[in-house]
């Protein structure tokens, strides 16, 4: 039986110290610091450290998510690492929606620029360096294809659909809003529990060469699976430390949405432009371990990251966004513009073809990275 401090190592002991004593600091200092009107070196020093301290404790959630996933094995330790950071996402989209300012369109920029970070910028790093090093690497056509059938439903709904109806400014009516948040959140729940039971084969890496995963013998009808050495310790001692490293950007993401808030309206930055920061603030951990994984030849797993994410953020960020503006009276604009239409579904598109077959190099990696820099400079052109 593992001891406690065996999974609680200094580098996680000062990651804790150096995120709670920062909130400390906030807590106490904050409301003087952000009050109206704000200096600009105060607000460029606060920024500075409140993204540096949210990206710290991200890393931390991703390290324990990322034991938890090699304790519990796929899908459920990606699904725990993806889960952890769409609720860091929700937390900091809920907190510039109920700032101060106006931002009606945080949820749709934010999850916009998930999808053009991780599905073209990460996923074309990913293809590239795992192409460099192999040629060509194997992955599950099937859960890649169940992932982009999610992502064109869910983003068409979310994303599209807003600007075909008759509010005319890319907003749901109130009974619309309610019942496709309801929706979707049953849609995804539904996703989960098929990708949790009976398709968990559909996201496994299969073995080199032979491209699917098997169906296993089954015993009573139910599929026999290897039994697995949980130690019950870890896991609980990881998952406290998790939310423990989690609670840190819970309560420094109102004053993140302070400073965003001026810091756009200051520079005259595109709106758009708080969405990206926040994508890059919760991604930047999981793109990195998606990294790693394609690098040691693990493409499923860099997919289960990316167009996972992507399938949960698209679930849960846009009822939850849905759900505070019924319940706030916030105006929450879920309507693309027509370019970024265009970008959608020349990233759907274009995902589809790269997992169409069975296996991918790095000549979609360049396809997907020329996309991203399309995006980057519409970012800042339009």
Same mark, same amino acid.
């Given at each position: 039986?593992?001891? *406690?401090?065996?999974?609680?190592?200094?580098?996680?002991?000062?990651?804790?110290?150096?995120?709670? !004593?920062?909130?400390?600091?906030?807590?106490?200092?904050?409301?003087?610091?952000?009050?109206?009107? *704000?200096?600009?070196?105060?607000?460029?020093?606060?920024?500075?450290?409140?993204? %540096?301290?949210?990206?710290?404790?991200?890393?931390?959630?991703?390290?324990?998510?990322?034991?938890? %996933?090699?304790?519990?094995?796929?899908?459920?330790? &990606?699904?725990?690492?993806?889960?952890?950071?769409? $609720?860091?996402?929700?937390?900091?989209?809920?907190?510039?929606?109920?700032?101060?300012?106006?931002?009606? &369109?945080?949820?749709?920029?934010?999850?916009?620029?998930?999808?053009?970070?991780?599905?073209?910028?990460? $996923?074309? *790093?990913?293809?590239?360096? !795992?192409?460099?090093?192999?040629?060509?690497?194997?992955?599950? +056509?099937?859960?890649?294809?169940?992932?982009?059938?999610?992502?064109?439903?869910?983003?068409?709904?979310?994303?599209?659909?807003?600007?075909?109806?008759?509010?005319? /400014?890319?907003?749901?009516?109130?009974?619309?809003? %309610? %019942?496709?948040?309801?929706?979707?959140?049953?849609?995804?729940?539904?996703?989960?529990?098929?990708?949790?039971?009976?398709?968990?084969?559909?996201?496994?890496?299969? /073995?080199?060469?032979?491209?699917?995963?098997?169906?296993?013998?089954?015993?009573?009808?139910?599929?026999?699976?290897?039994?697995?050495?949980? /130690?019950?310790?870890?896991?609980?001692?990881?998952? @406290?430390?998790?939310?423990?490293?989690?609670?840190?950007?819970?309560?420094?993401?109102?004053?993140?949405?302070?400073?965003?808030?001026?810091?756009?309206?200051?520079?005259?930055?595109?709106?758009?432009?708080?969405?990206?920061?926040?994508?890059?603030? @919760?991604?930047?951990?999981?793109?990195?371990?998606?990294?790693?994984?394609?690098? /040691?030849?693990?493409?499923?797993?860099?997919?289960?990251?990316?167009?996972?994410? =992507? @399938? +949960?953020?698209?679930?849960?960020?846009?009822?939850?966004?849905? =759900?505070?503006?019924?319940?706030?009276?916030?105006?929450?604009? $879920?309507?693309?513009?027509?370019?970024?239409? @265009?970008?959608?579904?020349?990233?759907?598109?274009?995902?589809?073809?790269? =997992?169409?077959?069975?296996?991918?190099?790095?000549?979609? !990696?360049?396809?997907?990275?020329?996309?991203?820099?399309?995006?980057?400079?519409?970012? =800042?052109?339009?």
């Amino acid at each position: 039986m593992s001891t *406690i401090r065996e999974h609680i190592p200094n580098k996680t002991i000062a990651t804790l110290l150096v995120a709670w !004593g920062v909130v400390v600091i906030f807590l106490i200092f904050g409301p003087t610091w952000l009050h109206e009107p *704000i200096e600009l070196w105060i607000a460029v020093v606060c920024f500075v450290v409140i993204f %540096a301290t949210i990206l710290l404790a991200a890393f931390g959630v991703v390290h324990e998510a990322d034991y938890l %996933a090699h304790q519990l094995g796929e899908p459920y330790g &990606t699904l725990i690492l993806t889960l952890s950071i769409v $609720m860091i996402e929700v937390i900091l989209i809920a907190a510039v929606l109920l700032g101060p300012g106006e931002n009606p &369109t945080i949820g749709r920029d934010s999850i916009f620029a998930v999808m053009m970070i991780i599905l073209n910028l990460v $996923m074309g *790093i990913c293809l590239i360096l !795992g192409g460099r090093r192999f040629g060509e690497q194997e992955y599950n +056509s099937q859960g890649a294809m169940a992932y982009v059938s999610m992502t064109l439903l869910l983003a068409g709904i979310g994303l599209i659909l807003p600007n075909t109806l008759s509010t005319g /400014d890319g907003t749901f009516w109130p009974m619309q809003a %309610a %019942a496709f948040a309801i929706l979707t959140t049953v849609l995804y729940g539904v996703f989960l529990l098929m990708q949790t039971r009976g398709y968990k084969r559909f996201f496994i890496q299969p /073995d080199i060469g032979q491209l699917v995963v098997p169906i296993r013998p089954s015993i009573n009808g139910s599929p026999t699976e290897p039994a697995r050495n949980l /130690d019950k310790r870890a896991i609980v001692i990881r998952s @406290v430390l998790l939310v423990a490293l989690m609670l840190p950007i819970v309560l420094l993401a109102h004053d993140l949405a302070l400073v965003i808030d001026f810091g756009i309206g200051a520079v005259g930055a595109p709106v758009a432009l708080g969405g990206v920061l926040i994508a890059i603030i @919760v991604f930047t951990p999981e793109s990195i371990t998606a990294i790693r994984a394609a690098v /040691d030849n693990q493409l499923q797993r860099s997919i289960n990251l990316c167009l996972g994410a =992507f @399938v +949960s953020t698209v679930g849960l960020t846009v009822p939850a966004v849905l =759900f505070v503006g019924l319940f706030t009276g916030k105006t929450v604009i $879920m309507g693309v513009t027509p370019t970024e239409t @265009v970008l959608l579904l020349l990233t759907i598109g274009l995902t589809t073809l790269t =997992f169409l077959g069975q296996r991918a190099s790095a000549l979609q !990696g360049t396809l997907h990275l020329t996309l991203f820099a399309v995006y980057g400079v519409l970012l =800042f052109s339009t």
